[in-house]
């Protein structure tokens, strides 16, 4: 609510006015919330916004925050835009840290925003402490919570620079390498009121994010020099696609000089899966005989227990984030490191190729691309042969449910792979040709692709969603939220299980470590979860489609089915029972 100072004619607002005020000035869409007592404030000014038609970022509620930070987090992929995640104190701040683990990871903008407890007790402010939670909420350091997986943290203290505090979490979470911010308020700060002559706006064009850039041209004559005389050379990516314009320029420099592409672990499609140039999804061989190596926009591009590189190998490494400060220990080689842009420098490396190139070389590349054309037609056979073997009643075969999958779906629909230990099978079998078509998990907490899935599809609504997880995922991703979510703001999305009755991971672990030990001898893995779920119950229950599938002659049509459910409006889970771990 408005008032009139005292000693001018000045309107007055309260902290809470000037803060949706601000999230309108760094040019927030929606504010995913989970909102607590902490939020009185805001709501409030919303309320007053609202009543007054004056605009303002439009609120998704989530029941659970995991859901809220994944969902900021797919909007931005899909926009290039972060937005805002509202969260409850310390408790709801702890339920978004494994959300905010996979952000900082992926280096996703996002402004995760709690409040704090109370500091008055007995009155002496509004928003003084008037209830329970207000003790017992406060610890003494709410930001650690987060700390670990954000670029910057800051406690508002003052609603006189609630818009300067804003503008400063959105440069930060924007500038190069982008990632996730922290800003916390106690709720008699958002109370508080000010004159509107108090308060100062500080436009994008003067306060803005840093973007990362080229490189020199020296730099790039080296790259290029290395290149002209390279035999076997190797580019491995991970996030280069991030930029879908990169897309396209990586393909073009793979088929020009005769580069073999390696996806470890991709995040983003970096380069078309039929490129002739993509050499799949592991380096492990081609590591071994490369004489010149890239690293462009890659965390792990090899695990170096299992996959030794060649000690001849001259690499390059090109990343928006060369330096990994993130990873306490990170040594992987990098005879030229260089931070920048991918696209642009990637653009004149080419250019500068081009320039360069005798008829010689270019006939030595277009016999790579020959060679690597039929090494990839040889992997597209093995997984064809693969899928050719359906599985067994109650057990059906990943791969033949992935091809079967992939052969319902259009080339600009979206799939999230977060199948985890059948996530090989999923990039065998689903190959993705278009730009945008692929999110994969960054970090390490399971769950990310059911709320990325809906912040997806409130970006692109158009573009049908498909999540893949297996059944341990499921339960992490918080289904029920996300389902409430999907029909409240009608987002349809199709969920796939792949249910192999546990955690392959952990017992692949177990025998990588102890081959031969115990857990083997016993046969348990503390991997094993219940077998006689039912999830297309779960689905149900929200007013979603559900299937569950255990026979492979059923899967055709329980995919039809899921697919027409989701471009009708419904979303759908379809629980397939696959060969169990």
Request: hydrophobic share 45%.
């Amino acid at each position: 609510m408005a008032s009139q100072s005292a000693d001018s004619n000045e309107a007055r607002h309260s902290t809470a006015h000037y803060f949706l005020e601000g999230l309108n000035e760094i040019g927030f869409d929606y504010l995913f919330c989970n909102f607590g007592t902490d939020h009185a404030p805001l709501i409030e000014a919303m309320a007053s916004f609202k009543r007054a038609g004056r605009e303002m970022p439009v609120t998704i509620l989530c029941p659970h925050e995991n859901t809220a930070v994944h969902m900021a987090a797919g909007y931005a992929v899909a926009t290039g835009r972060g937005q805002g995640v509202m969260v409850h104190v310390d408790a709801g701040t702890a339920n978004s840290a494994m959300a905010l683990h996979n952000l900082c990871r992926a280096r996703i903008p996002v402004l995760l925003m709690a409040g704090k407890a109370p500091f008055t007790t007995r009155g002496e402010l509004l928003g003084t402490r008037d209830t329970y939670v207000h003790f017992v909420q406060e610890p003494f350091d709410q930001a650690s919570v987060v700390r670990p997986y954000t670029k910057w943290e800051y406690n508002l203290p003052s609603g006189v620079i609630a818009k300067e505090a804003l503008r400063r979490a959105h440069t930060v979470m924007e500038s190069d390498p982008k990632g996730p911010v922290y800003l916390t308020f106690p709720r008699e700060t958002l109370t508080d009121t000010w004159s509107e002559g108090q308060i100062r706006s500080y436009p994008a064009e003067r306060f803005g994010a840093v973007s990362a850039r080229g490189l020199d041209a020296g730099s790039i004559d080296a790259i290029a020099t290395k290149l002209l005389t390279a035999e076997r050379p190797l580019l491995i990516s991970a996030y280069a696609g991030r930029n879908l314009a990169t897309v396209a320029v990586l393909d073009e420099l793979a088929r020009f000089a005769g580069i073999r592409v390696v996806e470890f672990n991709p995040l983003y499609v970096n380069l078309p899966h039929d490129s002739p140039c993509h050499g799949g999804f592991m380096p492990a061989k081609a590591l071994s005989e490369a004489d010149v190596g890239l690293l462009v926009d890659v965390d792990v591009p090899w695990i170096p227990s299992d996959m030794p590189d060649n000690l001849a190998t001259w690499w390059a490494h090109i990343d928006v984030d060369p330096e990994k400060r993130n990873f306490p220990m990170w040594t992987f080689p990098g005879n030229l490191r260089l931070q920048g842009d991918s696209h642009r420098i990637l653009a004149d490396l080419l250019a500068n190729l081009k320039a360069r190139a005798d008829a010689g070389y270019r006939t030595r590349a277009a016999a790579r691309v020959a060679a690597l054309q039929e090494e990839g037609k040889a992997r597209r056979d093995q997984a064809a042969k693969a899928a050719g073997n359906r599985g067994v009643a109650g057990q059906i075969n990943p791969h033949f449910l992935c091809a079967t999958l992939a052969k319902a779906l259009a080339a600009s629909d979206i799939v999230l792979n977060e199948a985890i230990r059948n996530g090989p099978v999923v990039s065998a079998q689903m190959p993705r040709t278009q730009a945008g078509t692929l999110v994969g998990l960054a970090g390490g907490g399971l769950g990310f692709s059911g709320g990325m899935a809906l912040g997806l599809k409130l970006a692109m609504p158009e573009r049908t969603i498909v999540q893949i997880v297996g059944d341990g995922t499921f339960y992490f991703s918080n289904p029920q939220s996300t389902l409430a979510v999907s029909r409240q703001y009608r987002l349809p999305v199709l969920t796939v299980v792949l249910d192999n009755t546990g955690w392959a991971a952990v017992k692949e672990a177990t025998l990588r470590v102890y081959p031969d030990g115990e857990a083997k001898a016993g046969g348990d893995y503390g991997a094993t979860l219940p077998p006689d779920m039912n999830f297309a119950m779960v689905a149900e229950a929200a007013g979603a489609h559900g299937e569950l599938v255990s026979e492979p002659d059923a899967v055709e049509a329980a995919i039809g089915r899921c697919l027409e459910a989701v471009r009708g409006g419904r979303s759908a889970i379809l629980h397939a029972k696959v060969t169990r771990l």
